[in-house]
Each structure stands twice: as C-alpha cells, then as structure tokens.
C-alpha cells in the first residue's frame, strides 16, 4: 500500500536521511587502499549510532550488517567481509538509517585510488542517470516517467540497465511501496502524489545487464564480470521540485 506521509513525518523521514548522508560524508576518507569491508561497515555503524539513528538494514531480510558493501561487479547487497580494497577498485556503500521508527536509504559508488577511465564514465553517467530519474518525481507524473527517464540517459551511453532491482518507497519500513524501476513508459504506472516518498536508484552495467545471485540469495553480481555502479536518493514529492532528503538538511 502506498502511503502519503504529513509534513511531520517528511521531517522525521528528512532527519533519518540527512543521518545517511553524513554516514556517507564521513567514511569518504576511510575508502582507500588497504582498508577491509567489515572495517569500514564497523566505521559506517558507529558513526549512524552516534547520531541517534540504528541501521536500517541490520537484519533487514537476514542481512547481518548494517551497510552493503558492493566491489566492482558486484551490483548490490554486498556483504562486508575481511576483503581488503586495492587500487583500481570501485565500491557502493547502501547505507540507511532509522530515526524513530522512520527511514533514509541512499547508496553510493566511490572510486578507490586512480581508477580506469571506463570507470569513471560509467560512476559518472549512473549518477547523471539518477538525476535524469528525480527531475520527473514530481505530483502529476507517473512512475514510468521516472524510469522511462533513467534507462533512456543509460542506453544514450550505452550502459546496460539492471531490471532485477528497483526503487521502492520509504517511511516507517525502508522497503515500502510503490516499486520505482530503472525502465519504462512515459506515462503509464502510479501516479505521483504530493507526500509520497520513495528512493531512485539507477543501477547501471559497463557491459551486459544479465545478473547472477549468490549463494547467500542476496548479493547480486554482473554475469559478464563488467562492473557496476549504483546511485540512489530518497526524495519527497511536492507539487514543485522534489526534495532530496538524503543530501544536507537546507537541500530543497
């Protein structure tokens, strides 16, 4: 069910994502060479506890951690393990965090040292394709606006697009309805209204968009070994600019 959030639960869902991206300013320095997975994880949940917030995806679907850590063709829900970084590589952090009862969700992809150029244009253009997806999250138009937008940015640049996962909306569960995906069709799906929130997040490919699970039934990887980079907001609809609620608390 979809739900429409009052003014005051948008400012407690804006406190919670404001939490993750300070996680995310935060562990920017620790993202180096050397440093392991669970290394950083251990940083990203002290740091979200210290602010009063727990981390939303610790236990979350049996996830045992409380951030994804996702290396170079792994696309998503990574697990942090004694894997040390190395230069070249490139890692999304999915951090969310909870504030009373209430969600922020935002994921990121982070160079590690010099990284290749191919690399850097696909880092590049998936987090162009995010914005591409939020100009259109405004009340009036329609969820396939949003991934109409996203997958016509990414086949421009000739980046494949995974469809196994998609946005989602956010409030007092990080995993709410309505499914947001990175494709589709000028208007057609749900209509955008005023006080919904939801989280866009373009997972993008340098080579194929065919994935395989592991065995964990959890952590996605590319099937050609090409990597991936994946970028998400969560955003509140307003009847004008959609608000970031996942950047600084004076965004929007």
């Known amino acids: 069910m979809v739900t429409i959030k009052s003014p005051r639960e948008i400012e407690l ?9 300070q996680t995310h300013q935060y562990i920017k320095p620790f993202i180096k060479p050397g440093i392991t997975t669970k290394e950083l994880d251990k940083l990203c949940e002290d740091f979200i506890r210290s602010k009063g917030c727990t981390p939303s995806f610790k236990g979350c679907e049996g996830f045992p951690n409380a951030v994804c850590m996702s290396v170079n063709d792994c696309i ?41 150029d191919d690399d850097k244009f696909l880092m590049e253009h998936t987090e162009k394709a995010l914005y591409e997806g939020i100009k259109e999250a405004v009340a009036g138009n329609r969820v396939g606006d949003i991934g109409y937008a996203v997958e016509k940015y990414a086949l421009e640049h000739n980046l494949g697009v995974v469809k196994e996962f998609v946005g989602h909306g956010v409030g007092t569960e990080v995993h709410e309805d309505p499914s947001v995906p990175n494709y589709g069709k000028k208007g057609t799906g749900l209509r955008l209204k005023e006080g ?57």
């Open 13 to 21: 869902l804006r406190i919670a994502g404001n939490v993750v991206y």
């Open 76 to 116: 998503v829900h990574g697990y942090p393990s004694d894997y040390k970084l190395k230069e070249g590589d490139i890692i999304t952090l999915d951090i969310g965090a909870c504030y009373k009862g209430y969600h922020g969700d935002s994921g990121w992809t982070y160079a590690v040292g010099n990284i290749s």
């Open 196 to 252: 919904m929130v939801i989280a866009i997040e373009p997972m993008l490919t340098f080579g194929s968009e065919e994935i395989e699970i592991d065995d964990n039934g959890l952590t996605a990887y590319t099937y050609d070994g090409s990597n991936a980079a994946h970028y998400e907001h969560t955003i509140a609809i307003t009847n004008g600019e959609p608000i970031i609620l996942t950047g600084e608390m004076n965004n929007g």
